[in-house]
């Protein structure tokens, strides 16, 4: 069952950038505030950024003022430009809606590393 499609990690040098989308179903997308999530090795799954559906943003601090979290309502589409990237962004990125519900996609993998 659809539900998120994430896209466009990789392997960065600190402080470059990269951009994540995630493709959402629109039953789960419409109406929703949207997240992005990461998880480290060893670490639990935590929410980094969220969007309500009129654009309204909140980041935790480890991200305010590097990360930016957008979306496009037509195209149920949530997108995380990630800037000034450090190591400890290491992690497997996620969307979800916020809270989340129990349906994860298979995330994508971003490595900050010289």
Do not use: H
Not at 7 to 34: H, Y
Not at 87 to 110: I, L, M, S
């Amino acid at each position: 069952q659809f539900q998120f499609v994430e896209s466009g990690g990789g392997l960065v040098q600190p402080g470059g950038s990269l951009r994540l989308s995630c493709a959402a179903s629109r039953s789960i997308f419409s109406g929703a505030i949207m997240g992005w999530y990461r998880q480290a090795p060893g670490n639990q799954r935590d929410m980094i950024a969220f969007i309500t559906r009129a654009g309204e943003t909140s980041y935790v601090d480890s991200v305010k003022g590097r990360f930016t979290i957008s979306r496009n309502n037509a195209n149920y589409t949530v997108f995380l430009q990630m800037d000034t990237l450090k190591p400890e962004d290491t992690a497997v990125y996620y969307c979800n809606t916020y809270p989340r519900n129990k349906f994860w996609g298979q995330g994508t993998q971003v490595t900050v590393s010289s």
